[in-house]
């Protein structure tokens, strides 16, 4: 019974570049949220997805950072012409639906370092 | 906005060493409380309290609720070098949202 899966495990891009990250929920799971780890802070949420909807986006930055879950495949976290301050720990949790919201399970999250 | 805040930020045992490990939160419209535990990848969840005065125990691990002065505190007995890890503290406030608020957890280190 496969768990969270994100990949890659570690990113390195210069400043400017696109990051993307990709993350499969658990098997069964529809649901998925992103977190952003800095050094030394606790998970700040991003987003919340549902297939092929964003349900709550409030705890993404306005520009250059974007998230999909489409009908087919993994979720995805796109950063737009990173900077150094994006470089953290990325990591995606899913629940079964959104009744069990507080019943999240995480990935091993990507770490993110912008040169 | 919501808050949790846990204390101690680390702390340093001995094996066999007990430790408390605390959260105090404040919320609108908390629903429950989740202890998370964080090694070098994914945080694995520990416990769901929903409700004041009920241990919820795990093994060596147990946690408890006080809905009433908006804390928990999460208890580890006879401690082991496997339990060094960040303790997450986390609150699900429902009501529409549907997000975690995370404290910035507590680093515990078990020494032999």
């Known amino acids: 019974n496969a768990g969270v899966m994100q990949n890659p495990r570690h990113l390195v891009r210069r400043r400017g570049q696109e990051a993307r990250l990709r993350c499969s929920p658990m098997?069964?799971?529809?649901?998925v949220y992103w977190y952003r780890q800095l050094p030394e802070e606790g998970l700040k949420f991003m987003v919340y997805?549902?297939?092929?909807?964003?349900?709550?986006e409030s705890g993404m930055p306005k520009e250059r950072f974007s998230a999909e879950f489409p009908k087919e495949g993994p979720s995805i976290l796109r950063i737009q012409q990173v900077v150094r301050g994006d470089s953290a720990a990325y990591f995606c949790a899913s629940s079964l639906n959104r009744d069990r919201v507080y019943e999240q399970y995480f990935g091993p999250g990507t770490r993110l370092t912008v040169t | 906005e919501d808050k949790v805040v846990q204390s101690p930020l680390s702390l340093v045992v001995h094996e066999g060493d007990t430790v408390t490990l605390n959260c105090s939160y404040e919320v609108t419209n908390f629903r429950s409380l989740l202890w998370y535990k964080q090694e070098k990848k994914a945080p694995t969840f520990l416990f769901m309290l929903?409700?004041?005065?009920i241990e919820k125990k795990s093994g060596r691990l147990s946690s408890i609720l006080d809905k009433k002065e908006l804390f928990s505190i999460l208890n580890i007995t006879a401690t082991q070098t496997g339990d060094s890890a960040v303790y997450l503290c986390?609150?699900?406030?429902?009501?529409?949202?549907?997000?975690?608020?995370f404290g910035k957890g507590t680093k515990l280190s078990v020494i032999p």
């Open positions: 997805l549902q297939k092929e909807n964003i349900i709550d």
């Open positions: 986390a609150v699900y406030s429902g009501a529409g949202s549907y997000q975690l608020t």
């Open positions: 098997k069964g799971h529809s649901h």
């Open positions: 929903t409700s004041s005065g």
